[in-house]
């Protein structure tokens, strides 16, 4: 099973701010074959479901501000939203696809 | 326009089974993964397993193994999630979502059944 882990576990950023977690694989999720990286990254606001904002490590799905951008490869990744607006306050995961078990990273508070 | 309706909340004694229904629409199940995840109160988000769109074997996490099921019924576009054994460590939002392949992202995802677990 590929261990999911995030960093910090909360982050409180001014409105307007730059804000960056983390998230590392215990394995790499890049595969090799077609060079994506199995990663993605969730916002989820209170009292809602999930919403997928990014997928493979840094294509934004339709509909996402463009505030909001993922970066890296292999096994150490980021999301970072570049001006933090008050919609953005949210639980943000990270989770790998390259293989089952499917699993997210424990998770980052964003505040203001 | 593409949405999973799941059914609503349940509150069970321990040792008692749940089942949890999810109503596609705007997509064909045949077409399409549907993953089950769960989230216990102020926790994260663990995955218990998929249902294929074919209707073949289904994968489920290992720490369920033995008393999770997941069924479909396509001329209700209707998926079904039961887990038997209940304890208070069960006690979570179930969310159903929808995945494209095998190894994919889940989007969108329902609007999740809360599982109340107390004698």
């Known amino acids: 099973e590929i261990v999911m882990t995030q960093s910090p576990k909360s982050l409180s950023v001014s409105l307007g701010e730059r804000a960056t977690i983390y998230c590392k694989s215990s394995q790499s999720v890049l595969y090799n074959s077609n060079n994506k990286n199995y990663l993605g990254w969730y916002q989820q606001r209170p009292g809602q479901p999930p919403k997928l904002i990014i997928s493979w490590a840094s294509t934004r799905e339709s509909g996402v501000p463009d505030r909001f951008s993922g970066s890296g490869s292999g096994t150490e990744f980021s999301l970072t939203i570049s001006s933090l607006q008050a919609e953005d306050v949210a639980v943000y995961y990270c989770q790998q696809y390259y293989n089952s078990p499917f699993t997210f990273g424990p998770g980052t508070r964003v505040d203001f | 326009q593409v949405k999973l309706v799941q059914s609503g909340a349940e509150v069970k004694e321990p040792g008692a089974s749940v089942n949890i229904s999810c109503q596609a629409s705007g997509y064909s199940l045949s077409d399409y993964y549907v993953h089950w995840v769960r989230q216990a109160p102020g926790q994260g988000l663990e995955w218990m397993g998929m249902i294929t769109p074919s209707g073949g074997r289904n994968t489920y996490a290992q720490q369920f193994q033995g008393r999770i099921l997941m069924t479909r019924d396509t001329s209700t576009t209707t998926v079904y999630l039961q887990l038997t054994g209940l304890t208070s460590q069960d006690t979570a939002v179930y969310y159903c979502?929808?995945?494209?392949?095998?190894?994919?992202?889940?989007?969108?995802w329902g609007q999740g059944t809360l599982v109340t677990v107390s004698s």
């Open positions: 979502a929808r995945g494209p392949t095998v190894r994919s992202l889940f989007d969108p």
